[in-house]
């Protein structure tokens, strides 16, 4: 069987579909070749040193894992110097990257959650990376990007995709081409193509939520769940199976792979936040993915790609996955009017 590599799909994707410019295919070359780092120094583990919390915490008052810093780390100099970036932002720093006058500048930029999951890290579960594409506005008077530059819808997405580093190490990309999937032949070091055209089940009978925060869930997403649980006898006329990884990589991996439907909605608790994941850094890329694999994604009543983002590290509730059953948690908020 002939392998196509991760840089040959790019090179189609470029030359034949015209659906990225050569500075994105080598931008999101930079970016796999960071991945292929974080997965080296995850796979280490204690023998690396990388497990375990830092004293500090980052700007959404989180305790940092060594981890989360050395990926950020790992990101920011793998693409500071390749001359495709005006700035990066990353859930991990409190305002945007620069790239610094010493290197060439280019005309994108680049979000990325540097490790998600972060609860996982410690105790061997699947974690990941990642990342979001968007075009930096130039500016006539020749100013640098700043932070208002990177408040752009999610529709504007130039490319998304995330790494997950699991028993495979794997890299969902898309291009606004359809989803496609690479494994990691470590001993190769290459990323080769092995799933052609992701597409997600519209129909699903598993769901995914994090169940110790029900009693903050508000009405619609509670009715939802009490139906799912209801089983073949309930109004959904059909047994519902449960799974949450606590890594949103996974999660979405999994309903990539077999479809379901994901929530981390946003609840009733009073501390002035929209939910607890981040528009920027998870639920854009996420709900591109999903998108182009034919599912769809919304926060309760807005499409998530349509959101226009406020802030840097704003956050959102989250409901993605397959179609059929993100609609009907839709409609259950329509009703709740
Ligand atoms: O521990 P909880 O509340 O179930 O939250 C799990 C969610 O938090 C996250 O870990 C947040 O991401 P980070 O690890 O990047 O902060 C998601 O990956 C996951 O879906
Ligand atoms: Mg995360
Ligand atoms: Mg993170």
Redesign the pocket.
């Known amino acids: 069987m002939k392998r196509k590599t991760l840089t040959q799909y790019l090179v189609e994707q470029q030359r034949k579909k015209q659906a990225v410019s050569a500075e994105v295919r080598l931008l999101i070359e930079t970016v796999s070749r960071a991945c292929k780092a974080i997965g080296h120094a995850v796979s280490k583990g204690a023998l690396g040193g990388v497990l375990g919390s830092l004293e500090s915490e980052n700007v959404q008052g989180?305790v940092q894992k060594k981890l989360d810093v050395l990926s950020n780390e790992i990101l920011l100099e793998a693409n500071e110097w390749g001359g495709h970036l005006a700035a990066m932002a990353s859930?991990e720093m409190e305002t945007i990257h620069r790239i610094p006058n010493r290197y060439p500048k280019g005309e994108y930029l680049l979000l990325f959650?540097p490790?998600?999951?972060?609860?996982n890290i410690d105790v061997n579960v699947s974690i990941g990376t990642i990342f979001s594409v968007l075009h930096a506005p130039q500016h006539a008077s020749g100013r640098d990007v700043d932070e208002d530059d990177f408040l752009q819808p999610g529709v504007r997405q130039v490319a998304a995709g995330y790494a997950v580093y699991g028993p495979q190490t794997m890299l969902v990309l898309t291009v606004g081409t359809g989803v496609v999937g690479f494994t990691l032949d470590r001993e190769m070091g290459s990323w080769v193509l092995t799933d052609d055209n992701i597409t997600i089940p519209e129909q699903t009978a598993e769901f995914a939520i994090?169940m110790s925060n029900m009693r903050h869930w508000e009405a619609p997403v509670k009715r939802y769940i009490d139906d799912c649980l209801a089983g073949e006898t309930g109004p959904l006329g059909k047994d519902y199976n449960m799974r949450?990884i606590?890594?949103?990589?996974a999660?979405v991996h999994r309903i990539l792979t077999r479809g379901g439907i994901f929530m981390?909605p946003r609840d009733e608790r009073p501390a002035g936040k929209a939910g607890?994941?981040r528009l920027m850094y998870?639920a854009n890329p996420m709900s591109f993915i999903v998108e182009q694999a034919g599912g769809a994604a919304h926060d309760g009543s807005r499409r998530i790609l349509d959101v226009q983002p406020t802030a840097l590290h704003q956050r959102i509730g989250v409901i993605l996955g397959s179609r059929e059953e993100v609609e009907r948690v839709r409609r259950y908020h329509q009703e709740a009017l």
């Open positions: 989180e859930e959650d490790l998600d999951g972060s609860s994090n949450w606590a890594s949103m990589v999660d981390y607890k994941l998870e």
